[in-house]
């Protein structure tokens, strides 16, 4: 399966750190507004800049209103515009203490957002763990506008490799936004996600399920059906799957996801083309080569005439396609793939590790065609460069290895064999595979 790391991110946060109240759901609560109530925002907005918080406070009010007759008194949009109202009610009342603290929670926010714009990450860190602190003090533990800075701050822990900070944080935010806004809302719903990717992506995919699940739920809910948010946690939910070796469960969830991505964005989106990449390889671990094949077929038709050259996805649609074809009995057009997906690696400077896995797929066709010379070279190929990367115990060198040794069997070189055998002695309860 496609590597998930891509998927960690730092969505919207140089724009969020700036300011505590402009959250990304008030942000949504503008863009989907009329012009009236995107006009009374930035009146309140205003308001609040110099520092006239009782009129603000009156002008979220009004735009609650608004907001409770077109979405409904409960729709989360309502919510976060209550919210704003409740947070300049609040900031009218401050002493000059307490007003004092605000400053430095803004200026810590301005720190942070200036030392992400310069990939300064300890810095960002560091100011957004006192902006948690003051803002704690300021407006308790279980503040929405708290839980909003923790999940900035997770969001950076999480890109940064720090899953269990990140964890304790989003799981902070998460109590205090559900207390305040309920289940049905944005913000809920991202770190639900958010809670679930960094599960996957630290090799937890059976505990992500639930999360992922939970954030499918809601996005479908908040979102609707036909949203390209919904159709990407559909996606997310099905790769856990898969990768927890359901790959039955995955294909209904990757095919909705992918369903409502070609609704939503149209035949030759990228993001279709990633769904189509997914469900082909979860339809091949469950043995529907044929099925895979198709999907695969339209995943690289996508890809590769995207406008701006070389899709980075392109390489990996090209080189699951080439396995589906050798499992359809289609090897010449494998091989075919194989070959350019392999002068793309060599030409790029991928990873030797990624190049070896390529190497050994090549040969083993060869291999089957008698095509000897060339097989073997390329096994040698893949077995030194997966004992420098990987080590000669991996199953991934002693695979490459075992299928060196098996070419050299049948072309009746076993004196040759002979000395590389013994290096493929199994661990106990394992098996070495000679062949594929």
């Given at each position: 399966?496609?590597?998930?790391?891509?998927?960690?991110?730092?969505?919207g946060?140089?724009?969020?750190l700036?300011?505590?109240?402009?959250?990304?759901?008030?942000?949504?609560?503008?863009?989907?507004?009329?012009?009236?109530?995107e006009?009374?925002?930035?009146?309140?907005?205003?308001?609040?800049?110099t520092?006239?918080?009782?009129?603000?406070?009156?002008?979220w009010?009004?735009?609650?209103?608004?907001?409770?007759?077109?979405?409904?008194?409960?729709?989360?949009?309502?919510?976060?515009?209550?919210?704003e109202?409740e947070?300049?009610?609040?900031?009218?009342?401050?002493?000059?203490?307490q007003r004092?603290?605000?400053?430095?929670?803004?200026?810590?926010?301005?720190?942070?957002?200036?030392?992400?714009?310069?990939?300064?990450?300890?810095?960002?860190?560091?100011?957004?763990?006192?902006?948690?602190?003051?803002?704690?003090?300021?407006?308790?533990?279980q503040?929405?506008?708290?839980?909003?800075?923790?999940?900035?701050?997770?969001?950076?822990?999480?890109a940064?490799?720090?899953?269990?900070?990140?964890?304790?944080?989003?799981?902070?935010?998460?109590?205090?936004?559900?207390?305040?806004f309920?289940?049905?809302?944005?913000?809920?719903?991202?770190?639900?996600?958010?809670?679930?990717?960094?599960?996957?992506?630290?090799?937890?995919?059976?505990?992500?399920?639930?999360?992922?699940?939970?954030?499918?739920?809601?996005?479908?809910?908040?979102?609707?059906?036909?949203?390209?948010?919904?159709?990407?946690?559909?996606?997310?939910?099905?790769?856990?799957?898969?990768?927890?070796?359901?790959?039955a469960?995955?294909?209904t969830?990757?095919?909705?996801?992918?369903?409502?991505?070609?609704?939503?964005?149209?035949?030759?989106?990228?993001?279709?083309a990633?769904?189509?990449?997914?469900?082909?390889?979860?339809?091949?671990?469950?043995?529907q080569?044929?099925?895979g094949?198709?999907?695969?077929?339209?995943?690289?038709?996508?890809?590769?005439?995207?406008p701006?050259g070389?899709?980075p996805?392109?390489?990996?649609?090209?080189?699951?396609?080439?396995?589906?074809?050798?499992?359809?009995?289609?090897?010449?057009?494998?091989?075919?793939?194989l070959?350019?997906?392999?002068?793309?690696?060599?030409?790029?400077?991928?990873s030797?590790?990624?190049?070896?896995?390529?190497?050994?797929?090549?040969?083993?066709?060869?291999?089957?065609?008698n095509?000897?010379?060339?097989?073997?070279?390329?096994?040698?190929?893949?077995?030194a460069?997966?004992?420098?990367?990987?080590?000669?115990?991996?199953?991934?060198?002693?695979?490459?290895?075992?299928?060196?040794v098996?070419?050299l069997?049948?072309?009746?070189?076993?004196?040759e064999?002979?000395?590389?055998?013994?290096?493929?002695?199994?661990?106990?309860?394992?098996?070495?595979?000679?062949d594929?």
């Amino acid at each position: 399966m496609i590597d998930r790391s891509e998927h960690l991110y730092l969505s919207g946060l140089a724009i969020t750190l700036v300011l505590v109240f402009e959250s990304w759901a008030s942000a949504q609560t503008i863009a989907q507004a009329p012009t009236p109530l995107e006009s009374m925002t930035a009146a309140a907005r205003q308001l609040e800049a110099t520092g006239e918080f009782v009129k603000a406070r009156e002008e979220w009010d009004r735009i609650a209103a608004h907001l409770a007759v077109q979405f409904g008194e409960d729709s989360w949009q309502a919510a976060n515009a209550r919210l704003e109202s409740e947070t300049a009610d609040v900031q009218a009342g401050l002493d000059a203490a307490q007003r004092a603290r605000m400053a430095r929670i803004r200026e810590n926010q301005t720190q942070a957002a200036e030392a992400l714009a310069r990939n300064d990450r300890q810095q960002v860190l560091q100011s957004m763990s006192s902006a948690i602190d003051e803002s704690r003090q300021l407006f308790g533990a279980q503040s929405p506008v708290v839980a909003r800075i923790e999940v900035q701050a997770a969001q950076i822990h999480h890109a940064s490799g720090d899953p269990q900070v990140a964890w304790e944080l989003y799981r902070s935010a998460l109590s205090a936004l559900r207390d305040y806004f309920g289940d049905d809302h944005p913000e809920v719903e991202a770190v639900n996600y958010s809670l679930g990717n960094l599960l996957q992506i630290n090799d937890q995919a059976a505990m992500a399920i639930p999360w992922l699940a939970q954030s499918v739920a809601v996005s479908r809910r908040v979102f609707g059906e036909d949203s390209p948010i919904y159709a990407d946690r559909l996606t997310s939910l099905g790769v856990a799957q898969y990768e927890s070796g359901n790959p039955a469960e995955a294909i209904t969830n990757l095919a909705r996801g992918e369903a409502v991505q070609r609704m939503a964005l149209g035949e030759n989106h990228p993001r279709r083309a990633q769904a189509l990449l997914d469900l082909g390889v979860a339809s091949l671990a469950n043995g529907q080569a044929a099925e895979g094949r198709e999907y695969l077929r339209a995943a690289v038709e996508i890809l590769d005439g995207q406008p701006e050259g070389a899709h980075p996805q392109l390489v990996a649609a090209k080189t699951h396609l080439a396995t589906a074809l050798v499992l359809t009995g289609e090897s010449e057009e494998a091989e075919t793939l194989l070959r350019t997906v392999m002068a793309v690696h060599r030409a790029s400077g991928t990873s030797s590790q990624e190049t070896a896995r390529i190497s050994f797929k090549l040969a083993i066709l060869l291999g089957r065609k008698n095509e000897v010379m060339e097989a073997e070279q390329l096994l040698r190929d893949a077995v030194a460069a997966q004992q420098q990367t990987l080590g000669d115990s991996h199953p991934e060198t002693r695979r490459s290895l075992g299928a060196l040794v098996a070419l050299l069997d049948r072309a009746g070189r076993t004196g040759e064999a002979d000395t590389l055998r013994p290096r493929l002695t199994a661990a106990p309860g394992e098996t070495v595979r000679q062949d594929e």
